[in-house]
């Protein structure tokens, strides 16, 4: 396990070496240990920039990606509201093409959102570390494990 402990205000791990810009399929395993935010977001390639999957931000509920045409996940239409028990551990999955990012919890589809011709990027501040490919979390303290790649067919 990748421990992230609970930093003030983010801790991560980022993989420097290169990464596909599109049409691969990320999947780990995550858990909350401690606090009550995000713990396990991942910051990735996606729309010729990079966007985050935020997992249980804005008080520990909310999962969305981060930004959509400037938007953050909060206020965009890829929010949705999920209860992460805290110690047990739950699978991710997103794919990202050059067209769309989908992506699950457990079995859970919980993103499907077009982002051809839309503008993806970062939300300012210290999640900008995360890039090109990166995990982290906020005043929260999570592990990571089982951390997958594989390339995709594009759509």
Do not use: H
């Amino acid at each position: 396990m990748i421990l992230l402990p609970a930093g003030q205000p983010l801790t991560g791990v980022t993989w420097q070496g290169e990464f596909p810009k599109s049409n691969y399929e990320l999947r780990w395993e995550a858990v909350r240990l401690k606090g009550g935010d995000f713990f396990a977001s991942v910051t990735l390639p996606a729309g010729g920039n990079y966007a985050t999957w935020v997992t249980g931000g804005w008080g520990g509920d909310i999962v969305g990606i981060s930004s959509i045409d400037g938007w953050n996940a909060n206020e965009n239409e890829t929010r949705m509201y999920f209860n992460f028990d805290t110690d047990r551990w739950y699978r991710f999955r997103i794919v990202v093409t050059d067209s769309r990012i989908q992506a699950w919890i457990d079995d859970e589809r919980v993103i499907n959102v077009n982002i051809a011709g839309r503008s993806i990027g970062l939300r300012p501040g210290d999640i900008s570390l995360s890039a090109p490919l990166g995990f982290a979390s906020y005043n929260t303290a999570g592990g990571i494990r089982k951390i997958e790649y594989r390339p995709v067919k594009g759509s």
